[in-house]
């Protein structure tokens, strides 16, 4: 049986809060809008690669703790 992962809720406010940075901080670091940040955060929208890269790359993570990971097996 193979494991398939898919992605679960957004922890960017988790991983602002762990460095003490806001959402504005992280607009101004990347030139994204603050709207835009917050749709990821609150998971109306869900990061693309290039987004999920450019992000983790400014707060010092992976792109995989971005999200949680869930787990379901597939046959």
Do not use: F
Request: hydrophobic letters at 35%; charged letters at 25%.
């Amino acid at each position: 049986m193979i494991m398939v992962y898919k992605p679960g809720r957004c922890l960017l406010t988790i991983r602002l809060k762990e460095i003490r940075k806001t959402q504005q901080w992280l607009c101004e670091q990347i030139g994204m809008s603050k709207s835009q940040i917050s749709d990821y955060a609150t998971n109306r929208t869900m990061m693309s690669y290039g987004t999920a890269m450019t992000i983790a790359g400014a707060i010092g993570c992976h792109m995989e703790d971005l999200y949680e990971r869930i787990e379901s097996s597939s046959r």
